[in-house]
């Protein structure tokens, strides 16, 4: 659902375009169809017919819809990977990742690439969102997972036999690493994410373990690109990033610990490649892990304080060396919930160093980057897709308020209005909370009795 006009004027609003420039403090943007017809000061367009609809901002923050860049909409805030693999069927988790969606639409996303699906849920999700079937943000469709045996999820015990209908795909010897990404392509998703090494607390793969060789990595890139799928990887050691880059792969999720030849590695490649740290998986765990088991006590065992460390100083390096380093905090688990999104916008400035303005060009300009859509997303310029977020406050001075969903005042995404609760202007609201979850699961309980 939602508002669209074949031309409108936003009027009055102090813009930040994303492209690196100055705000314009008194600008307009002239909207026709799905794009942006002009970007400018206010006294640029006396010539707009004055049958083109105004929308006064009131002088509010005006930026790019941003993109979320290591996103799970087919997670459902799940505690355990038994949640994601056994205790919920594939048409639930559907119905989630829809709700999914459109929260993260409603918090000003207006873009998302996935880091892997359950099922074929992302595909199907995509698709919706595209056929506007479904509210929801441009989205990057990842396949399930491609890993080893006794890959980081791969968890279930040969006894059980129990397999990985769901959340992955095992895949041993460059030839089945083939035929899984092939299985992905066949699919329709646009992404393929592999399993290079492993996580702190699974005892079968923990970081720094190699789950793949060099051979079934560069195959695995080498399929994927050949089918034109985007290739990410789930890195979090150095020697997983370096096995990751040899390969060609395209997106390193996490680069957790990095050592001199990693980071060399990395700025030779940084026009082609991004890292999305999804630092907020450690900093949510740390925070509210206790509450599902894992107190400080457990997750300092498991090395979980000094890898926010080292991420930390990974990033700084990453960061003076040029690499594109992109907000995306692994949303989905149960310590990192659909809707906080904006969160890991405060981990760039409060614990990576960013600036808040570095941060959201990170994630607007260069995220855009990531997701691509014809380079026609990530700024507010003219010929660039209408996806724009209107927002009461000032990130730059305080990123926190994008946390505020009442602070998001209106999101517009391929120049329709999916959100409005400005004074001037049609009102409309998606009525998305990270809450809304929890109704569902009353509404299937009630069903249920």
């Known amino acids: 659902m939602s508002l669209t006009a074949e031309s409108m004027l936003l009027v009055h609003g102090r813009i930040f375009d994303g492209t690196g420039n100055d705000e314009i403090p008194d ?125 980081m999820i791969d968890w279930n015990p040969d006894h059980l036999q129990l397999g990985m209908d769901g ?109 999305t740290p999804a630092i907020h998986w450690q900093v949510g765990l740390y925070a509210n892990g206790a509450e599902w088991g894992f107190s400080h006590s457990v997750l300092d065992s498991m090395g979980y304080k000094e890898e926010i460390a080292e ?30 999104y904006a969160k890991d916008l405060q981990n760039f400035v409060e614990l990576f160093d960013y600036t808040p303005r570095e941060t959201l060009l990170a994630a607007t300009r260069d995220a855009g980057a990531l997701v691509d859509f014809g380079g026609k997303v990530g700024t507010l310029e003219a010929g660039k897709f209408a996806d724009i977020v209107v927002v009461d406050g000032d990130p730059l001075s305080d990123v926190t308020v994008m946390q505020d969903m009442d602070k998001i005042v209106t999101v517009i995404k391929g120049g329709k209005i999916y959100h409005n609760a400005l004074p001037s202007g049609p009102a409309f609201d998606l009525s998305a909370t990270p809450g809304l979850r929890a109704e569902v699961e009353r509404r299937f309980e009630a069903a249920a009795e």
């Open 27 to 151: 600008g307009s943007i002239w909207v026709e169809g799905e794009e942006i017809r002009r970007v400018g000061s206010a006294d640029q367009f006396d010539d707009v017919d004055s049958s083109v609809p105004r929308i006064d901002l009131g002088g509010r923050f005006v930026m790019p819809g941003m993109t979320e860049a290591h996103s799970h909409l087919s997670y459902f805030n799940a505690s355990s990977l038994q949640d994601l693999d056994m205790n919920c069927t594939a048409e639930t988790t559907t119905i989630y990742a829809v709700l999914n969606a459109r929260t993260m639409l409603r918090c000003g996303y207006t873009s998302a690439h996935s880091f892997g699906s359950l099922h074929a849920v992302d595909v199907s999700v995509r698709n919706a969102i595209n056929s506007g079937m479904v509210p929801g943000p441009r989205y990057v469709a990842c396949g399930r997972d491609v890993l080893g045996t006794a890959g």
């Open 311 to 340: 991420t930390i100083n990974s990033v700084a390096r990453m960061k003076a060396a040029g690499v594109r380093v992109l907000p995306g905090g692994d949303f989905g688990l149960a310590w990192t919930p659909h809707g906080t």
């Open 167 to 275: 959340l992955a795909m095992l895949a041993d010897d460059p030839w089945q690493v083939r035929k899984a990404i092939r299985s992905i392509r066949k699919s329709g998703a646009d992404t393929v994410k592999v399993y290079l090494d492993g996580e702190g607390m699974i005892e079968s793969d923990l970081p720094g373990e190699l789950s793949y060789t060099q051979e079934e990595a560069s195959a695995a890139a080498d399929e994927g690109h050949r089918r034109n799928l985007r290739m990410i990887s789930h890195a979090r050691s150095a020697d997983a990033v370096i096995m990751a880059l040899e390969a060609g792969f395209d997106v390193i999720g996490h680069a957790n610990y990095l050592n001199d030849e990693a980071l060399a590695r990395l700025r030779e490649q940084r026009h082609r490649i991004f890292v």
